[in-house]
């Protein structure tokens, strides 16, 4: 089966800094990465979709300034929360698909901020 | 907007019996239908899926029946076992070329007691 990795799977900063998360698709090429936050008890809400060499694309509500998305190959996107806050502090889940609906998703990243 | 929608936060199942978990939508444009589940701290998994085009779709001890006129899908598991003990999110997506992008549901945390 395709299997997506994130690196860190958690991790714990202090209010101000940036924090670079990567989602990496181990064993086949994803034209598409999707990026979720989970709070707890709450469903997966999808951040944005990026495809590889071009502008990814924010939901509604997401700030893109904040939350720095580059898919820079077929193989890796990363997400950067800028300047993280306490109410930043959240699972953060990437998903990568080739060209079905499937979406194989990584084992998420929890992030801590103090 | 809550798309989709599981109305029951969680279920408690005893062993070797029949586990249902229910999922209604609104968008009558979701034409693929997606179950996940998901222990705590991890990604999503695949389960099972189903088409639009199909009103039941089995897959061992999972089967996802469809009923596209009432926008209801249901996940039925039996018999469950200890280790289906997660959460169950149920996942709707629009026709491809749509963009790919899932909705998902909030979730229904099981319980299968031995």
């Known amino acids: 089966g395709a299997v997506v990795s994130q690196h860190p799977s958690r991790v714990i900063c202090k209010s101000g800094t940036s924090v670079k998360i990567e989602c990496r698709s181990l064993?086949?090429?994803?034209?598409?990465m999707f990026w979720y936050r989970q709070f707890p008890k709450q469903s997966l809400m999808l951040m944005a979709t990026s495809n590889e060499g071009s502008k990814a694309t924010y939901e509604q509500g997401v700030e893109k300034d904040k939350f720095l998305i580059n898919h820079a190959s077929l193989t890796l996107s990363t997400l950067t929360v800028t300047s993280a806050h306490p109410e930043d502090s959240s699972f953060y889940i990437c998903?990568?698909?080739?060209?079905?609906?499937?979406?194989?998703f990584g084992p998420g990243t929890r992030l801590t901020v103090l | 907007d809550q798309q989709v929608k599981q109305n029951s936060p969680s279920l408690s199942v005893q062993e070797g019996r029949i586990s249902i978990l229910n999922c209604d939508y609104t968008?009558?444009?979701?034409?693929?239908f997606l179950w996940y589940k998901k222990y705590p701290a991890e990604g999503p998994t695949f389960l099972i899926s189903i088409s639009s085009i199909k009103d039941k779709n089995e897959d061992g001890r999972f089967t996802v029946f469809l009923n596209k006129s009432a926008k209801h899908l249901s996940l039925h598991i039996v018999p469950s076992q200890p280790g289906d003990s997660a959460v169950y999110f149920c996942?709707?997506?629009?026709?491809?070329?749509?963009?790919?992008?899932?909705?998902f549901g909030t979730g229904t945390r099981l319980a299968v007691r031995p």
């Open positions: 998903s990568a698909s080739r060209t079905t609906s499937r979406q194989f």
């Open positions: 064993d086949f090429q994803a034209t598409t």
């Open positions: 996942a709707a997506a629009p026709p491809q070329g749509s963009g790919d992008k899932l909705t």
């Open positions: 968008n009558s444009m979701f034409d693929y």
